[in-house]
DNA sequence: GTCAAATAAAATTTCGAGATTTTGAGAATT
DNA sequence: AATTCTCAAAATCTCGAAATTTTATTTGAC
């Protein structure tokens, strides 16, 4: 008896297939935090859960190691990829050049659409921002949500399909980062100003202005994050509850539980 | 019955997992062209010619789509990526960028084993090189090995791992374009001297010269390979056999079968 | 007691049949 | 003729047991 259950999708996917959906939620749980770097993905739990089979939940762990969410070794499984101070480091530098020259050339070539894009997007961030201060925690799914589409809409008018897939994911990658950070401290800083810093001269066309403060921005956020990881190295504690069983690999900085 | 029969790996492949071997035997043959862009890449005929079962080729799959080079819609199968003049005209445009990066920072912080590894690699290629003008075609495996091996180490003291890691994806979609321009014709050039001339301003850690130089020299290939591309499309006309069983994908020239 | 081989337990990988969906050819309707 | 409907063939997607490998534990020799 092999009956499809077609399960409710976990929160609100509406994949096709079931590979798509866990893949999804899968990828969502890493970025979250909740899946921790590092950790093993051991297939007979996470088949469980998720109810689906074997051969599904390998597809999808497949999936996430094309964008570097998850890593696979030889007869050995599938991990959350690790992270690591040098690791972001590395990729701040690299997301800094990809999206700046993608900025660069999508304010060059930006027409009037890609103005409104910027401007309804602008707004959306803008209106989460204000109640950031609070509760940070509660909204930094909105927050993270809006935050990427507004840099994606500063990036809109850019022509180059190259571009944008690599930049989307170096995104994804600091989006991890960032969340991961975010769950342990929230770090004030005053992005808003920085956000509308960006806007304003993107608006007025000031494409070397735009490219210098996208720069720092991308650059402040290495900062912030570089402060807690520096400071939860110290502090962390095992998660309760059923989790995972894992053995930390041998030598990594204690990045490993958030 | 369940026998695992671990047949022969295809060539020289000793991956250790079934799904690795058929990811290398699908890469490379996709590379090659052997497999044609926009391809319908049917799991029944793919699973009967590598005798593997269909979870296992699909997994195989999954890691190609990761890296660009099959695509994957909904519940309708996988196809060989399509290739375009836009597209190699872009992917030309941003590896030159990521390339070049990576070359500056090794040319800046290349030590005495990386130009150990530099002279290793012209040494090697050099060789294939003189034997380039007869037989292109017999020998194009070893050149295309080579010529990633040479561009490959002098980028090898760049010490970011994602420069690393972008660059090697950009490339080997570029190699793609390269070989099946050559498999179609060869447009002979003087890609010696180009190499040459690249290799010595390494040498003498002239940095800007180095950059300028490799930038050029991957224009010149978009150039070559934008000829054929561009002669082949007339050239080909869907061939009114029986059982079509493929669509051309809208627009596409048709270096369907190579 | 220590090390290594043997054995047991656990986890990963693979298979192929069956469930589901898409496709396309012909019938029926407008 | 063009569009929609029907339904069988073909293809994709999913499952879970079986095969294989890795990891942990025990046993045995020195």
């Known amino acids: 008896m092999t009956e499809r259950s077609q399960d409710t999708p976990a929160d609100g996917e509406r994949s096709r297939t079931l590979v798509e959906s866990a893949y999804s939620s899968l990828r969502h749980e890493i970025l979250s935090g ?17 109810k689906i089979g074997a051969s599904t939940l390998r597809e ?26 040098s690791d972001f480091s590395d990729l701040t530098n690299v997301r800094k050049m990809i999206e700046t020259e993608a900025l660069r050339q999508s304010v060059l070539a930006g027409d009037e659409a890609w103005e409104g894009r910027v401007v309804a997007a602008f707004y959306r961030l803008s209106k989460v921002e204000e109640r950031l201060a609070e509760s940070a925690q509660a ?17 809109s008018a850019c022509a180059s399909p190259w571009l944008h897939r690599l ?32 806007y304003e ?31 939860d190295a110290a502090v962390h504690e095992p998660k309760p509850g059923r989790s995972i069983r894992e053995r930390t690999p041998a030598g990594k900085h204690a990045v490993e539980k958030i």
Chains 1, 2 share one sequence.
């Open 139 to 155: 909204i930094s799914n909105d927050f993270e949500q809006r935050n990427r589409d507004f840099h994606q809409a500063l990036i």
């Open 201 to 231: 001269a993107a608006l007025v066309r000031d494409v070397e202005r735009v490219c210098r403060l996208t720069g720092e921005h991308i650059d402040n956020t290495l900062s912030v994050v570089r402060q807690v990881l520096t400071r």
């Open 167 to 198: 930049n989307a994911m170096l995104y994804q990658q600091s989006e991890r980062y960032r969340r991961i950070s975010l769950v342990n401290r929230d770090v004030p800083r005053d992005v808003h100003a920085e956000h509308q810093a960006i």
């Open 60 to 85: 999808a762990l497949t999936r996430l190691l094309g964008e570097a969410l998850v890593t696979a070794e030889g007869q050995r499984g599938f991990r959350v990829a690790p992270i690591s101070l």
């Open 34 to 50: 909740h899946l921790k770097p590092g950790a093993k993905l051991r297939t007979e739990e996470l088949r469980l859960r998720y």
